[in-house]
């Protein structure tokens, strides 16, 4: 019997230039990520060349303005380009996705002359970034952070110690929330620190149940000096900056999402349509049928969430709640489906040797990461029913 082969997800692309880039993107990811993902994921391999390539190819610069280098394109086709990279592998879409959210402080509230001296090389220059505000006693409630940047004449010294950091130990540049007046949001500015910095140091990294390719880890800030000219957006205003970036960011994380759902649901179709139990593929079975029908329609619908919240922000409208209700849904979403997946394949789904067990842990990380689904909630609701009563 021939191996069936799930075609294409069929994308509604806005221009010519769109459809060539998406092109682009499924044959890198074909010939260049796809083939050992698997393999360098068990082995805890992170692709820092791979990060290069895509650099070179345009890859890590999409949503930010030609001028700077960027690739000027609409965050609707920007997140299909994810979606493509993380049905790959996740280690590869995620961590696009959180090196663009490195980069939204600087391009969206840097200076002309700050945009101009770092933005290209960030951008299409090599230079992987990674973004910091959570803390060991800081997640969700990010406000509390007390990573501390005293300033001494025309220099910073920053102090603490940030927490899951995707990238941390190898990131070329930080994107830096710290503390510089004030408790709360208000007394709370953005920095960008060079991977190098004297005094900066990355603990061990995680060990974590999925996404083992990808470094998650400690910073440690120890006297760190960083010069007043690598202050982004004014004093106190880094806590609004990071808000926007997240907004940004969870999109990214719903574009991610859907690219591992629709990876397991994909192997899901080939699987059952391949096994044959009973003298006939165990895809004719009306119960398994009905599985892969709920799978393929939370897919469209998740996919369908996060370019309606792209359409809005490349509009320049409010995409807050809708960025929420898209990262809640999209990640819910792969859990529901990976887990279904390894159903599906029986024992062999429970085995490394097919991905959907990968799938299946990378998908539970999608629900906690840029603001945990129960976070998500809280921000939904408020938009809805106006701030918590004290």
């Known amino acids: 019997m021939t191996e069936y082969v799930p075609p294409p997800v069929d994308r509604r692309l806005p221009t010519e230039e769109a459809r060539d880039l998406m092109a682009l993107v499924r044959e890198l990811a074909e010939r260049e990520i796809r083939p050992t993902a698997a393999e360098e994921e068990e082995a805890g391999h992170f692709p820092r060349a791979l990060f290069t390539l895509l650099s070179e190819s345009g890859l890590l610069s999409l ?32 961590g696009v996705s959180v090196h663009t959210l490195a980069c939204h402080a600087l391009a969206g509230y840097g200076t002309k002359e700050q945009r101009a001296e770092h933005l290209p090389a960030m951008l299409g220059g090599g230079l992987l970034g990674a973004y910091c505000l959570s803390e060991p006693a800081a997640g969700s409630d990010a406000a509390a952070l007390t990573t501390r940047a005293t300033r001494q004449g025309d220099h910073w010294t920053i102090e603490g110690t940030k927490a899951w950091t995707t990238h941390g130990g190898v990131a070329d540049f930080y ?82 999402a859907i690219g591992v759902a629709q990876a397991a649901l994909d192997e899901a179709l080939a699987y059952t349509a391949g096994r044959r139990q009973f003298g006939r593929p165990i895809v004719d079975f009306q119960g398994l049928r009905f599985m892969l029908a709920d799978m393929a329609t939370q897919v469209e619908a998740g996919r369908a969430l996060y370019l309606s919240a792209a359409r809005l922000r490349d509009a320049g409208l409010p995409f807050s709640k809708e960025a929420a209700m898209a990262k809640l849904f999209c990640t819910d979403t792969a859990m529901r489906v990976t887990t279904d997946a390894v159903q599906l394949l029986g024992g062999y789904g429970y085995t490394v040797d097919f991905p959907a067990e990968r799938y299946m842990r990378e998908a539970k990380v999608l629900q906690i990461v840029e603001g945990t689904n129960q976070i998500q909630r809280m921000v939904i609701a408020r938009h809805l029913a106006g701030p918590e009563s004290h």
């Open 63 to 94: 949503p930010y303005a030609q001028e700077f280098g960027g690739g000027d394109q609409p965050y609707e086709v920007y997140l299909q380009v994810l979606e493509e990279l993380a049905a790959a592998r996740l280690t590869v879409g995620l």
């Open 175 to 256: 994107t830096v929330l710290a503390r510089t007046g004030e408790g709360g949001p208000h007394g709370i500015t953005a920095f960008l620190v060079p991977g190098d910095a004297e005094g900066l140091q990355a603990a061990k990294p995680e060990r974590k149940m999925g996404m083992k390719g990808s470094p998650t880890a400690q910073l440690h800030f120890d006297g760190v000096q960083v010069p007043d000219a690598r202050r982004i957006g004014e004093e106190g205003q880094g806590f609004s900056i990071a808000l926007s970036a997240l907004d940004s960011g969870r999109l990214g994380i719903a574009a991610c």
